[in-house]
């Protein structure tokens, strides 16, 4: 940003109080989406793609973060499943 | 201004979505009646590779049902029964649920063969075949006598349970197999029964819809004996004992005086329905006990109780 830019310069990100949060009030602000996306001041905030509006983006959002802590879970299982399997076999023919 | 798109499948599906897509009540009486499969083979297997088997199974049913619902999404939205399924609701993409189930039913395959032994995958990867293709794509919308040959898909669980134990196919899982077999039919013409209108909606030949209802209760009645034989013979034939035995014949009973009524009315008036509609819920009811006395009275003839 260059110093002799104005207030009403379009390249410059607008000032305001409300937008200097901790990356805590970010997270927070960031995790329901919709009517947050494509906030370049939010970081994580989910940005609008294609022919998505805002609150379309945060639906997919949401549901993408869900899918993702399940798919997390079913692949933390399969892992302890495999272990457990594997103990088992060598047990058996080890 | 942003174009607002119509189509809410565009939007990913929600993971709920994905697991109504396994049919998890349909799933519940696979697990169940595999278990009792599993348990009443002689010889014991180690509890993980039991839990591996049992969870491969419910895995395989889940793909099954998901490639179930992906061939019938057109009809599905023609029946009230299953237009709230995600396919038809909206929900979800045809392709993600062709995805879901192909990917399904190649993990559980693979489980079981690598975890349990080749003869219960191989058994596992036809009774998939055999849902979704034989009975889903060739039969159903083809014949009246869809579900007596597409029953034999839901009678492979206890089949692979036997086979998960003991690694090979005797009498006894054949007898297990009959029982689901011969059920099946009476069970789901008792649905279709006070169900007709939406098969006939979807253009489903049910046997009820080509048939009517009068050959449709004969039919139920008539197949009621086969099904009555095939479930006393653990005991008569000795593989099973007096607990099995006693129940089978209580059951039994209970089961011929529900079609009896069934094959008596002649109601077309859903409303008047009952003798249906109560022999539809007993013969669930039916199979639960059958399968999970036959397992309890077999784990105490091999004395497994007290190995487990």
Not at chain 1, 13 to 36: L, R, W, Y
Not at chain 1, 84 to 93: F, R, S
Not at chain 2, 187 to 203: Q, R, T
Request: aromatic share 12%.
């Amino acid at each position: 940003m260059s110093q002799d830019s104005t207030p009403n310069d379009p390249n410059m990100a607008p000032v305001d109080s409300q937008k200097s949060m901790t990356m805590e009030d970010n997270i927070i602000k960031a995790t329901p989406v919709g009517e947050h996306a494509n906030d370049p001041e939010i970081p994580g905030a989910p940005r609008i793609v294609g022919e998505f509006d805002a609150q379309q983006s945060g639906k997919i959002r949401e549901r993408q973060i869900a899918r993702s802590n399940m798919m997390g879970l079913i692949l933390i299982g399969l892992c302890v499943l495999f272990f457990a399997i594997t103990i088992v076999k060598i047990g058996v023919y080890g | 201004m942003k174009h607002v798109i119509t189509h809410d499948h565009q939007i990913p599906a929600d993971w709920r979505d994905f697991w109504a897509l396994t049919k998890p009540r349909v799933m519940s009486l696979v697990v169940f009646t595999a278990l009792c499969g599993l348990l009443a083979a002689p010889g014991n297997i180690h509890p993980i590779i039991g839990f591996t088997a049992i969870l491969c199974i419910a895995l395989g049913a889940g793909a099954s049902g998901a490639l179930n619902q992906w061939y019938e999404s057109d009809i599905d939205g023609l029946m009230k029964r299953t237009e709230k399924r995600p396919l038809p609701d909206g929900r979800m993409d045809r392709q993600s649920a062709l995805h879901f189930g192909v990917g399904l039913s190649c993990l559980s395959v693979l489980i079981m063969a690598v975890a349990v032994n080749y003869l219960s995958a191989a058994i596992l990867a036809f009774s998939i075949f055999f849902y979704a293709i034989v009975y889903t794509v060739w039969l159903k919308r083809s014949t009246p006598q869809n579900i007596v040959i597409g029953g034999a898909a839901g009678a492979f669980p206890p089949l692979i349970g036997w086979a998960a134990v003991s690694g090979d196919v005797t009498i006894m899982p054949i007898l297990l197999f009959a029982i689901i077999f011969l059920w099946t039919p009476p069970h789901f013409w008792a649905l279709a029964l006070f169900m007709k209108s939406d098969y006939g909606n979807a253009g489903v030949p049910m046997l009820p819809v080509v048939a009517g209802r009068r050959v449709t209760r004969n039919q139920i009645f008539a197949y009621t004996f086969p099904m009555i034989v095939a479930s006393m013979a653990p005991f008569v034939m000795g593989y099973s004992g007096i607990l099995y035995g006693v129940t089978a014949v209580v059951l039994n009973i209970i089961f011929l005086f529900c079609a009896f009524n069934v094959w008596r009315n002649d109601s077309d008036d859903i409303a008047t329905m009952k003798p249906e509609k109560q022999l539809f819920a007993f013969s669930i009811l039916y199979l639960f006990i059958l399968f999970g006395i036959l397992a309890v009275d077999n784990m105490l003839a091999f004395e497994k109780v007290a190995y487990l």
